[in-house]
Each structure stands twice: as structure tokens, then as C-alpha cells.
């Protein structure tokens, strides 16, 4: 074990990503998650890694697709409407297979919105976002040290399946201190992965590479989506991630996701004290959606609420899990404002009464 | 018996698409022997665009990665910034380079980014139909300027030679011309030049091609290469525009 | 001290508001508590606001947001105005007097004075005015150990800085003991 440090959210994803092996950052200012940049300025020249503040997002993510192609480990970071900007390059990415791991700490929209926290970018990360039939996988911490092991996993999931890999917080995660342990025996996790495909020159030793997402043969490009499709089916079975919290006895479950999900566990304690059992379902990987786990409990829990810091986005995925088994309700808060935990109780309570 | 015309060996042995009269396979040519003669095969990566060349990643024996359409400046930089031994060339047309890509390959350039792009100039949209490019000449009719390209609803054609010269981080900049011999011959030392300015670790260097397009021009193959002589060049002069003397 | 405290920090920028949670987290942190601090990074920073929450606590952190607070530390008028109300009953109001000019109009509440930044001009630097404010914190919550408060600047000040440590322990104990 390592020694605690209070670190911010923000410059703990960028330690995580350089101690993942990640030498190559490439990205533009946004707050809220701007220091991840400041962070890399500093330290990749200093380990003989390369920062590109880039022209635009747009750029930031084809500057990705480039060091991807060329196999090395690279990560950029954003917030929503720079995450909207970089749509285009995540598709060209999941067409050319292409390993990555993006940042977004959402802000809320739509349009420029505001800075303050949010999680309205659910449908645009987990439903595709940009053209074509593909996924993100997207992992949702919800603490500091969680940001640290997430990323050095994306790093090792990104590479193992050739897929983009998106860590997705908010502002309070991107900005909170708090302690974080750099566990040695967490980083020898880290996995080298032989890019065989990678376009690094064939130094004429053997056939070369070519990167692409074009297929113009309809046949041929077919195929190519059909093995899309079965990697990602293989994803969803081998990883998958959910807390699981409380739920063995709970009358209510709540389901929330990242800075939500801690929220709810304050609110578990008080209902205690008012004895109402109420349990947490907290994906941790968005995409899969940890469908089993609300399966399984749905035999139990009388009913089901998604919390979440949108209109209500996670919910229907969750809808689609219980389908039908059990009453599923939404609440959020939009625009920056963070669900209180008195109002998550109330929510709880009105439901019972039902 | 001696062998006196081949292949080179950087240009892959396939048939190319482009249309009878096209140029562009001349300037694939061109970087082919520019590659086998400074021998850099095995450590070059070539971006494909988007547009008529969209697969030329067929026609070259190197690495290949093909970018999104105006991307290939931004992707050329993560290429090269992995791997800064590797030699890097961007093949893009005047929409891909001119119009949606603008902010890449400017940006690129101003950085000073050690590539090398190979900028062909057509002065129209050849893969999606003869539309206007920025780089369409006035009076130029095409499918969406069929009256001709007029000033006060289409702007001005743009000259990116002129416009990259004024950057400090592009060091070699020059144009030349598919439309006889004596040009191509000139394109072939400008293109193998900036592989050299590459190689030496100068800057961003870039060549533009002035090519024909007889399909979308609506002219036979020799009108066209007549075209480019008497309309294009007049307002996209030829020549060296930086890093004539530059020592490589 | 309870099983949590919840702390809000506000004043101006450049009190040194959020250096000064970060402090008493790095603080808790070292007594092995579980700790969160969270800045306002809204668009109020760019007014001359600052505020920071700072969490302490026993068992793991929840939610790093504070709805309401066990102690409240104000540096201004402003941040009394808008915070005076989340302060739980029982809780504790620290001001600087030198810099509010007004009194707690709860009663609900233990309000404390302290003209922390004419304390500070006195020791010849307002930057001190922070960790005076925070002697008073401890003084009252015991929220932290002085000697973790120490090993605290150690690790976030920059080495350069480290010649200061004297005078802000100095600092901290005329807070300590107004």
C-alpha cells in the first residue's frame, strides 16, 4: 500500500493515466475538468511523453486516433460540448477499432449550459452519440480513489478489446479532494498488449498495416459490424461492473451512478433511522448496463428509483432491466443543481405510501 | 535485357480507381519514388483522406491510417508524436485540406509539426460530384455554383501556399503542377525535398499539386491538362514559396 | 467530536479560502479520518467569491456536497448573508470581526468573533488571517490535532515555502488562544 494523499479528482485521473503508461495526451480547455491538462503539461515532458493543447476538440480526438493507430497509450479529456465536438472521432474509432480512453467530467446542457454538475451526457456516451451502430465502454466512478483505479483499468480494457473506454464524472468528482492510495500491486495490473496491428512502420519486415473504417462493400462491411457486435456482446459478459448495496432485505431500491450514488448512501443511513430499508444499485459501468443485478432484485424490492442529475436518462435503462416486474420511478435535479438527500427521502417515502 | 520503366516499390500492385485522365495516380507515383529513393519504406506512415483518394491506404506499400474527412493533419500529428522517427505524410484534397479541414491543417502548420503534406488541387469536389471547392476558380461553373463561381455570393478561391507562407513553423512550401512533364518532373523534387525537410527534423513542409479533374471539369484528359496550365496557374502560380536554401 | 463534521469555508478570493480547507482536510486525512474538501468552482468564482466544503469524518464520506454545516468559517459580510442559514443548530459560527460588520442574528447557534485579519496585519501578514481563523476552529472542535495541522503544511506547502511554517503555526495558536 501507498502513502494517502488528498489529491482533486481531475489531477488523479491524469497520475492514474501516466502510471497506466499512458505517455501521450492531446486535448483543449474546458472546465470543469481542465486541470487533467494542467497536470499533463507539467509531468509528460518530464517523462519524455508528449501534451498537444490541440486547435479544437475536434481536433484533440483525431490527434487520439492518430497515437491509437500508432499503439500507443492515449487519453484525452473534455466536458460535454467538447465531448459533443469529439462525437465524430469516437465513431471513426469504434469503425477502425481503435484503443482509447476519453475523460468527460459532464457539465450540464443543453447547449453551453452551465459548468456546474451534471450526468445528462448518459444517453449521448451509452447509446451511441455519434453515426453508426457502436459502443463506448464507460465506466462511472464516484470517488477520488475510485477515478485512480478506473483509469488504469480503462487503459488495460481499452487495449485487451481495442475499444474506446470513457471515464464519466461530473464537476464535483473532477474538482473534490480527497485521499487516494497509488496501490503498487494495482498497477501491476497494467498490461502490455502486442499492437500487431498498429501502423508503426513496416521497417519492411512484414506487410503492412493499414488503420480504417471504411468498408465500401456492403458484404464486407457487414462482417465488420457483426464482429463489432460480438466483441461487444463479449464486453457486456465478461465486464460488467455494479455495486451492489443493502439490497438483500430493501423494500425500495435506488439506483444512481457516480456522485449520485453517494448522495444515496447518506440516504440510506437516515431512512435506516426511520426504518425504511433502502438498498443501492450503483452501475459502475454504464455501458454494459449491469442488467442482472436489477433482474435478480427485482424479485425482491417492491419498487425501484433512479436518481440521476438529468431528465431521467439512466431510468430507462434500468425500466428496460426490471421490465415490467416491479414499478420503476425517476427522480432528478437538472441544471446544475444537486439532489439533496431530504429530497431523495421524501421521494422514497411518497413512494411507499403508495 | 535491362529494365527500363518499373513500379516502384513503395506503390502497391493494384489497379487504381481514379478516373481515365485523373492525375492523382501520377502524384501516388511521385511519392512512391520519392520513398524508394530516400529508401524510408519501412518507417513511413501515410494518412489517406477523405474524398476521390479516400483508399489510396491500397495503393502504397507503407503503414497506412485513414483519417475523417479535413482530419488528416490532426492524425498525422498523433502518428508522428508516437512514433517521432517515422516519417509522416498527409494526402489531401482541396476540400478535405481547404474547407473542413482548415483549422487542422493550418494549426498543424503553425505548430510546425514535422510532417508532410501532399496537397492536391483540383479546384473541385471530384468524389461527391463536381461541387464547388474553396479552391474553385471564379466564373468556374460546377453543381453548385452552375452559374459560376461569383465573388459577391461564393467568395474568393483560396490560395493556401500564400496563406501558410505567413507561419513561422511551415518551412518548406511549394506548388507545382501535373500538366506536362517538365512539371511532373519539377512535383517529384518538391515532394522527395520535403521528405528530406521531414527527415531532418525542419518543420512542417508542404507541396501543392495543381491536378486535373476532366470528369467533374466536363473536358478530355489533354483539355484538362491545358485547362490547368492556362486557368489554374495564373492564379495559383507555381513555384517555391519557402525553404528553397533550407540545408537538409 | 462527532462522528462528522461539516465545515463551509467562505470568504473573498485570495483570503486563501480553499488553501485553508485543504489544510484542515490534509489535517484530517493524516489522523486517518475520511475527509473530502470541494471547492465552488461555479461561475461565482470569477465574482471574488470563494467557498469551500470540508468533510471530516469517522465513517466514509457520502455525499461531498454540504446542505448544511456543523461549523461555519466566514472571512466577509457577504458569505454570513448566504450561509448563516445552513449552519445546523448547535453549530458554530467563526467571523472574522475585522472584515463583518455585522453580529449572528441566530441564537440557535454559538457564534464566535475573531478580528483574524487585524491579528494578521499586526503579525505583519494578512495572508495569516486563514489559518488564524482555522486556530479558532480547532480551539472550538477540536476538529484536528495542532501537531497533524503541522505535518499538514509540510506536505502541501511547496519546499520553497517551508520557511513560512514558524509563522503560520504562530499564527495558528494566537487563533487558537483569542
Known sequence: MGEKLLMKGNE??????????????????????????????????????????????????????????????????????????????????????????????????????????????????????????????????????????????????????????????????????????????????????????????????????????????????????????????????????????????????????????????????????????????????????????????????????????????????????????????????????????????????????? | MAVAFKKPHALADASMHYCPGCTHGIVHRLIAEAIDELGIEGKTIGISPVGCTYNNYEYFNCDMVQAAHGRAPAVGTGVKRANPDNVVFTYQGDGDLAAIGTAEIIHAAARGENITTIFVNNAIYGMTGGQMAPTTLLDQVTTTSPYGRKPDINGFPINVCNMISTLEGAVFIERVSMHDIKNIMNAKKAIKRAFEVQMAKKGFSIVEVLSSCPTNWGMSPVEALKWINDKMVPIYPLGNFKGKDLEV | MGIQQDIIIAGFGGQGILSAGRLLAYAGMLENKNVSWLPSYGPEMRGGTANCNVIISEEPVGSPILNSATTLVVMNGPSLDKFEGVVEKGGIIIIDSSLVDRKVKRSDVEACEIPATMMASDMGNLTYANIIMLGKLIAKTAIIDKSNFEKALIKVLPPKKHYMIPEEMKALELGMSY
Open chain 1, 12 to 354: 488523479v485521473i491524469a497520475e492514474a493515466a501516466l502510471r497506466a503508461g499512458c505517455r501521450h495526451y492531446f486535448g483543449y480547455p474546458i472546465t470543469p475538468q481542465t486541470e487533467i491538462a494542467h497536470y499533463m503539461a507539467k509531468r509528460m515532458p518530464q517523462v519524455n511523453g508528449t501534451f498537444v493543447q490541440a486547435e479544437s476538440e475536434v481536433a484533440a480526438i483525431n490527434m487520439v486516433y492518430g497515437a491509437a493507430s500508432a499503439g500507443v497509450r492515449v487519453l484525452t479529456s473534455s466536458s460535454s460540448p467538447g465531448i459533443s465536438l469529439k462525437q465524430e472521432g469516437l465513431s471513426y474509432m469504434a469503425g477502425a477499432e481503435l484503443p482509447a480512453v476519453v475523460v468527460n467530467i459532464v457539465r450540464c446542457g443543453p447547449g453551453l449550459g452551465g459548468i456546474l454538475p451534471a450526468q445528462c451526457d448518459y444517453f449521448q456516451t451509452v447509446k451511441g452519440g455519434g453515426h453508426g451502430d457502436y459502443k463506448i465502454y464507460t465506466l462511472a466512478p464516484c470517488s477520488v480513489q475510485e477515478l485512480y483505479e478506473l483509469t488504469v483499468d480503462a487503459f488495460n480494457i481499452s487495449d485487451r478489446y481495442r475499444i474506446v473506454t470513457m471515464i464519466m464524472g461530473d464537476g464535483i468528482l473532477g474538482q473534490m479532494m480527497e485521499a487516494v492510495e497509488f496501490r503498487d500491486e494495482h498497477e501491476e495490473k497494467v498490461i502490455p498488449y502486442d499492437k500487431d496491428w498498429a501502423t508503426t512502420g513496416t521497417q519492411m519486415k512484414r506487410d503492412k498495416n493499414v488503420v480504417t473504417s471504411i468498408y465500401i462493400n456492403p458484404e464486407v462491411l457487414e462482417k465488420h459490424n457483426q464482429k463489432l457486435q460480438a466483441k461487444y456482446a463479449t464486453i457486456a459478459q465478461e465486464e460488467t461492473r455494479v455495486e451492489v448495496f443493502n439490497c438483500e432485505e430493501a423494500d425500495i431500491i435506488v439506483t444512481a451512478f457516480g456522485t449520485v450514488a453517494r448522495i444515496v448512501k447518506n440516504v440510506i443511513k437516515l431512512a435506516e433511522k426511520e426504518g425504511i430499508k433502502v438498498g443501492l444499485i450503483r452501475p459502475i459501468t454504464l455501458w454494459p448496463f449491469p442488467d442482472a443485478a436489477f433482474r435478480q432484485y427485482s424479485e425482491t424490492a417492491k419498487a425501484f428509483l433512479s436518481v440521476e442529475m438529468n431528465a431521467g436518462q439512466m431510468v430507462e435503462d434500468v425500466r428496460l432491466a426490471v421490465n415490467g416486474k416491479r414499478p420503476v420511478y425517476f427522480y432528478g435535479r437538472m441544471g446544475g443543481m444537486v439532489p439533496a438527500q431530504s429530497e431523495i427521502l421524501n421521494k422514497i417515502k411518497e413512494i411507499l405510501a403508495k
